[in-house]
Structure formats: structure tokens, C-alpha cells
């Protein structure tokens, strides 16, 4: 078999025979795990929805099941370059490169970084620069958005960050700014369209909303594309334009602080995003000193609703998120800490979580969610003038929180993304202001109800890998 790299985003293949064609289809076909979660739900609706509506949804959804990586054109079979080290494991192959890759050009400080880089970030960045396609998990609050500006320094070429939400993104612009100066760094996206400038941050989702030939035409002048928290974007928006508005970046590397997906397109996603070159795992970091040290109180709960359902979304409703004994201890808890100067971070999934806990809570705190001003909240948090927040998925990933001693979570599900985005990405960060060096994280168990007893003890699982946990055993 032989891989020719034609373009950053396509690698033909040339296969000796038909059963290398099928090993290789079989090895590059997966399933969608929400297209299959989809499936499950209407054929639970069909009662409601009829039988004939039922089943013509099934056959479109079905048709989407399985989706293959292994793409066929006028000249023949096709995969994407991110893949070249996952075939190379299981195929014999030979391997031809015809990308032109531009000479690094030293860009230098506009300002210098008032630390220096810890060895893991120049482990990290050693690996990245000897693989012109590939991507690191850098557990959160180690350090990820310095070995971006170190990519950018090191490279000096015109770069292409890009981001999951706009508070991230103004945090890499503000910083690139500090580092490089104004005149070199510019924002797309936030009502900002700074092209032209040699480093653009940008809002993931702008970039997949570009659709004009002259902005199309300014961005062929990006030769790296460095995408933060990539596994965050919603799959076609990422595929977008990481592989059309950008698709001719020759250099493209991925950092974020787990890989994973939850809807089954891992193997979509490394075929975008390349070979893992290194891991710095959240355990080591802690051993190092590099993060804040994490422990873990359960609340053994039971929910007192008898509502029942099938469909996952109303049980959270119901037995978690409008669970008011649930509401009553987040407020003693957190009045409780706040008078020991003990700041609070409270996770929550809907607004009406914030809604209940506002009639119990007896301490002030802000609500950060989207619309809201998250980086004047984050900043302000940080600075002591706020000792309690309430957040949603607005801030539940990126948003540097780093004096918190306790996070509250009170977001329900089981995906591991989800709470090591969330509450233990929240809690890492080690703060020299305050002397921070641990923090508590608090999670409730609905342990009356099987499903969500059973997703608790999901997330508990990623806890004990992490730090010891205490159980607390209520009604």
C-alpha cells in the first residue's frame, strides 16, 4: 500500500489488491454513537408519532449510522492525512509527502513572558515541532495557551488560532497582544473581523461562517493553523474549516486538555486533528506541583419526585435540576465557605437551576452565562471582588477561575469530557494571590433513581483517578 500526503487535507492510497481495499474500509468505518442514540429515541416515539413517521425516520437515521473515512474520486481512493500514523500501525505501508512546507521564520517578544516555560511545555513543544500535523492533551491549567504563543513565536509565520467560544478567544487575543504587540495580533469574531493581521485569534464558529471571496481570499495568506480545545467544536463545524476555509495550512496543530469525544467520531476527529505527540495528564501535573491538589465530597441523595421516564433529559429535570434539597445545600455550603474567604464556583446545566438556588441562597454571587460579560466576571472573580459564582456551559470550559477552594457541581450526565472540562478543570489552577494549592470538589448522587445513579458513579470513577473521595450520606 502506498500513502501519498497530495495536500494538508488529502492522502491518496494505492491498494495492491481488493482485500487491502476492505481491510482498510473496515478499518476506517465507525459508528455514530448519537446518530445510534437517535435511533433509540424514535423508536421510543413511535407510540406518540405513528408508526409510518417512525419508520421513515429510522431509515434516514440508520442510513447515517456508520459513516467511513475512506473516500473515493476520479483518481481514485482517498483518506485524510490525520490518519497517516493510525494506518501505518495496522497496514504496511510506504509513505510520499508532497506538502511544501514553509521555512520558520523566529518571531520575536514584544513583550517577555514574565515566566518561563515548565518542562512539560517544552517537551510538548519539542514534539509538535517535529510533527507538522499532529496534536497534545495538556490537562487543563497547565499551561496549553503558553505553548500556543510558543508555536506562534517559533514558527513565526501568519497564524490562525482558533477557539470554542468568544471568552477564549479574547483571552489568547489580549495575551498575543502583551506578547507581540498590537499591531501583529488581531480578533475574528465578537462582532471583530481583524484580518490582515499576522496573528489572528479567532471564534471557531465565525470561522465556519465564512462564506464571502474576499475574506476567503485574505485567509489564504494563514500558513499554521493552531486550533485550542478542538474536541469542543461541534463535528461539522470544526471539519468546516479546518478542512475548507483553511484547508490549505500546511502546519496544523491541535492542543486541549482530553481528545475525546462523545458521540463516537474519535476516529473523525483524529483523522482532523493528527497523531498524539504528548500527554501531560492532570495526576502528573498535580505530582509536580503544577496544579492544585483536588479531593471529592458525594452527597449521597434521594430525589423525592416519583416521575419516570425513558428519555434521559426529563429524569435530569426533574429528579436534579429541580431538586430543591440539592439547592438548600449548595447554599449552606457555599454561606459557610464564604465566610471562611473560601471562594465558590457553582456548576449548573439550565436556568432554572439558577432560578431555584437564588430563593435559598444567602450570600450574593453573579450569574455567568452566555450573554453575560463571562471575562469581567472571571476577572473580577479572580481579583477577590466576587467570592461566588454561578455558572453555565458558558464558562464550564476555558474560563480561568483560579482562587476557587469549592466547586459545586451540579450538572448531571456522564460524560467524561464533560466533567474534565468542567469541574476539575475548574478547580486545578494553582493561585499565587490567594495561596491556593487544593481545592474541594462537591457532586450529588441521586442514588433512588438507577440511570442517574449510575451516571453519578461514572463521574465518580474519573474523581477516584484523580484525588480521595468521601461519601456523605443524606435521608
Known amino acids: 500500500m502506498i500513502l501519498t500526503i497530495e495536500t494538508p487535507i488529502k492522502m491518496r492510497i494505492d491498494f495492491e489488491n481488493h482485500q487491502e481495499l476492505q481491510a482498510v474500509k473496515e478499518a476506517l468505518t465507525y ?5 445510534q442514540y437517535q435511533i433509540k429515541i424514535t423508536k421510543e416515539s413511535a407510540i406518540k408519532y405513528g408508526k409510518a413517521w417512525a419508520a421513515n425516520k429510522l431509515a434516514e437515521l440508520e442510513q447515517k449510522l456508520y459513516e467511513t473515512l475512506l473516500f473515493v474520486d476520479n483518481e481514485g481512493y482517498y483518506t485524510r492525512p490525520g490518519l497517516l500514523k493510525y494506518l501505518q500501525k495496522r497496514f504496511n505501508c510506504s509513505v510520499k509527502n508532497n506538502i511544501v512546507y514553509p521555512e520558520f521564520k523566529l518571531l520575536p517578544w514584544h513583550t517577555v513572558p514574565e515566566y518561563e516555560p515548565h518542562n512539560a511545555q517544552l517537551n510538548a513543544l519539542k514534539r509538535l515541532l517535529s510533527d507538522f500535523h499532529s496534536h497534545i492533551e495538556f490537562a487543563t491549567g497547565t499551561g496549553k495557551t503558553f505553548i500556543i504563543e510558543l508555536l506562534i513565536k517559533n514558527t513565526g509565520l501568519p497564524t490562525v488560532v482558533s477557539t470554542p467560544s468568544t471568552s477564549i478567544a479574547r483571552q489568547i487575543y489580549e495575551e498575543c497582544q502583551a506578547l507581540f504587540g498590537n499591531s ?18 479567532a ?4 470561522l465556519a461562517m465564512v462564506n464571502t471571496p474576499k475574506e476567503i481570499e485574505e485567509f489564504k495568506k494563514y500558513q ?8 469542543t467544536l461541534p463535528a461539522e463545524q470544526f471539519e468546516k474549516f479546518c478542512h475548507g476555509l483553511l484547508a490549505h495550512c500546511p502546519y496544523r496543530w491541535f492542543v486541549s486538555g482530553t481528545q475525546e469525544r462523545s458521540d463516537g467520531t474519535d476516529l473523525k476527529l483524529l483523522s482532523i486533528i ?3 505527540v504528548y500527554a501531560y495528564p492532570i495526576q502528573k501535573a498535580i505530582e509536580d506541583g503544577v496544579l492544585a491538589k483536588l479531593s471529592f465530597l458525594i452527597f449521597n441523595i434521594k430525589s423525592h419526585s416519583f416521575f419516570e421516564s425513558n428519555n434521559i433529559v426529563r429524569l435530569n429535570q426533574e429528579h436534579i435540576y429541580k431538586n430543591e434539597k440539592i439547592a ?11 465566610a471562611e474567604n473560601m ?6 446545566d439550565e436556568h432554572i437551576q439558577e432560578e431555584i438556588l437564588s430563593k435559598y441562597m444567602k450570600i450574593d454571587y453573579v450569574y455567568a452565562r452566555s450573554g453575560a460579560n463571562n471575562s469581567k466576571i472571571c476577572k473580577d472573580f479572580n481579583d477577590g471582588k466576587i467570592m461566588c459564582v454561578v455558572g453555565n456551559s458558558a464558562v464550564s470550559t476555558g474560563t480561568n477561575f483560579k482562587p476557587v477552594r469549592i466547586t459545586i457541581n451540579w450538572q448531571a450526565g456522564k460524560s467524561a469530557v464533560k466533567v474534565k472540562q468542567g469541574p476539575i478543570g475548574r478547580s486545578t489552577r494553582i493561585d499565587k494571590r490567594t495561596g491556593k494549592t487544593e481545592c474541594k470538589v462537591i457532586d450529588f448522587r441521586i442514588k433512588n433513581v438507577p440511570i442517574l445513579r449510575r451516571h453519578s458513579d461514572e463521574r465518580i470513577s474519573i474523581y477516584k483517578e484523580i484525588g480521595e473521595v468521601i461519601y456523605a450520606d443524606l435521608d
Do not use: Y
Request: zero cysteines; charged letters at 20%; proline letters at 4%.
Open 203 to 206: 471564534v471557531g464558529k465565525s
Open 343 to 348: 471562594p465558590v464556583l457553582i456548576l449548573i
Open 224 to 231: 499554521v493553523l493552531i486550533s485550542d480545545e478542538s474536541h
Open 31 to 35: 459508528k455514530n454513537t448519537s446518530i
Open 274 to 276: 493528527g497523531p498524539q
Open 184 to 201: 501583529k495580533v488581531g480578533l475574528f469574531g465578537d462582532t471583530k473581523r481583524e484580518l490582515g493581521k499576522h496573528i489572528l485569534i
Open 328 to 338: 438548600q445545600i449548595i447554599s449552606e455550603i457555599s454561606q459557610q465557605a464564604v
